[in-house]
């Protein structure tokens, strides 16, 4: 920098020196044309010290009068010394608010202070100055996607472009696991067949580490076993030669010192031939020259495309004929079928295929010559209480079909009964809550596919009071229940 300093005129010449804060620091001066002396001042470099530094051009020619001078306040522009973060907490919650302070000190004018997140600039700020100390305080949310990165805070002359200084603070971002469930990438979800081997791939992010991962079938805690082959490994599950009780839903739950996230819900399909819905063979029951629809229901994924029929007896093994059994679809055949003499009682097998595969094991089907049931026999009632009594009896012949067993309770002269009661493995009925002083009526069915078989009334009874009973528990009326019982065995009732 080069400071001039011209004085004209005055007898003697004057000299003409600098002088910075009162010391001299340059005399030299030159003469120019005509009463014209100058004195320049180089100064080569100015410092933060030099601020409000004085400079005085000062003339004198004699003792006899005052020197005349000039005088100039250095005025900088200067950029911050200083720049720091406080209180930097460590590590931060994900979705918390947090404040966080930044303090400059040393620009002049007083600095400008910005946020920023990596590149973006943030905006939630509030600052103040004191004297040639700034301070600004940052209130910010830090996700999940922060955790790594860099919280910088920048004070800038505002007056001079590219006067700034900056400090950046490394941030740890502490989250629950983030968790995502997909299938095998080299794997096709529409191209699963029994079979098959396939893996799954549970992609985690989580601050800190994870500590526990977890597999789970249709909300069932799949563990590795390898006898099964069911095997974890790392961040993957696989499963071979998969079947179809390996299809549904997929989860995986992981935790972490921040909680437990369990992943989306995979929904995983097997693909696999037919197979019956009931793996047991059917009875179905038929009077000979009774038509009856033979139902087959399977299961498969794709659904069926076609069927097939067999009959077997001990002589003979005859396909049935399509139209027989028109009445198909995806998931079952319904097969018309009418006995008329003694061979036409045997077996029919029902096979479907889909575009996986024919159905190995057909569904089977005893078809026996059947009717309605026999009546109940011998029917006792024990352990009666004022309240509650039990019903045993003895079951007829089942009519070649399997049977239950149903009790209808009607009170006096009702014809809709009060309850029904169904027993299925052997006619044995429990009544309780039953009311006091009222009149019952039992009657008990065995029922099969073909029907019920007649009624078998039971005396009426009347449940006392235990203060009030006395005697017998029941009163019989004889004349009543005979008259019941001859309109049950003609069909009456």
Not at 20 to 40: L, Q, R, S, T, W
Not at 141 to 166: H, M, Q, S, W
Not at 182 to 210: H, Q
Request: net charge neutral.
């Amino acid at each position: 920098r080069i400071l001039t300093c011209r004085t004209v005129g005055g007898h003697p010449k004057p000299s003409v020196r600098w002088l910075v804060n009162g010391v001299v620091v340059d005399d030299e001066y030159e003469h120019d044309a005509g009463d014209v002396i100058e004195n320049k001042l180089t100064w080569p470099s100015v410092s933060r010290k030099d601020l409000d530094a004085i400079f005085t051009c000062q003339a004198q020619n004699t003792l006899l009068t005052q020197p005349k001078d000039a005088a100039v306040l250095l005025e900088l522009i200067l950029k911050p010394v200083t720049i720091n973060i406080l209180k930097t907490d460590s590590p931060l919650v994900a979705d918390k608010r947090y404040e966080v302070t930044c303090e400059s000190a040393g620009s002049r004018p007083s600095a400008i202070i910005t946020w920023y997140k990596g590149k973006r600039q943030l905006r939630r700020t509030k600052g103040e100055n004191m004297g040639n100390v700034t301070i600004s305080e940052l209130s910010f949310v830090p996700t999940t996607e922060d955790d790594g990165k860099y919280i910088t805070c920048r004070a800038e002359n505002p007056n001079v472009t590219g006067l700034f200084l900056e400090t950046s603070w490394k941030i740890d971002v502490v989250y629950p696991p983030i968790v995502h469930l997909s299938l095998g990438s080299t794997l096709n979800a529409d191209d699963i067949k029994e079979g098959d081997d396939v893996y799954f791939e549970c992609k985690v992010r989580a601050n800190p580490p994870m500590r526990r991962l977890t597999w789970l079938h249709n909300d069932i805690v799949l563990l590795h076993n390898m006898s099964s082959r069911i095997i974890h490994s790392n961040q993957s599950l696989v499963l071979q030669k998969v079947t179809k009780q390996s299809a549904g839903i997929y989860r995986c739950s992981v935790v972490n010192s921040e909680g437990e996230t369990v992943s989306n819900e995979l929904h995983f399909r097997v693909q696999y031939a037919p197979t019956c819905k009931n793996d047991k063979i059917m009875v179905v029951g038929a009077s000979r020259g009774e038509t009856i629809d033979v139902i087959c229901q399977i299961e498969s994924d794709p659904p069926a495309k076609s069927y097939k029929w067999k009959f077997n007896n001990s002589g003979e093994t005859i396909d049935m004929e399509a139209e027989r059994f028109a009445s198909s679809n995806g998931t079952l055949s319904i097969l018309k079928y009418t006995p008329i003499a003694e061979l036409d009682y045997g077996s029919l097998s029902c096979w479907a295929a889909n575009d996986v595969g024919t159905q190995v094991n057909p569904c089977v089907f005893q078809l026996v010559a059947a009717g309605k049931p026999l009546a109940v026999k011998n029917c006792t009632l024990t352990n009666q209480t004022s309240s509650s009594v039990e019903i045993y009896c003895l079951p007829g012949f089942d009519g070649g079909l399997p049977q239950h067993f149903l009790l209808e309770l009607y009170t006096e002269n009702s014809l809709i009964p009060r309850y029904n009661v169904t027993a299925f493995a052997e006619p044995y009925f429990f009544l309780d809550n039953l009311e006091t002083d009222v009149i019952f009526r039992m009657v008990v069915f065995a029922v099969n596919s073909k029907g019920k078989s007649n009624g078998v009334v039971l005396e009426e009874i009347t449940f006392r009071d235990a203060e009030k009973r006395t005697g017998k528990l029941f009163i019989y009326r004889k004349k009543w229940v005979f008259l019941r019982c001859m309109a049950m065995a003609t069909g009456a009732l």
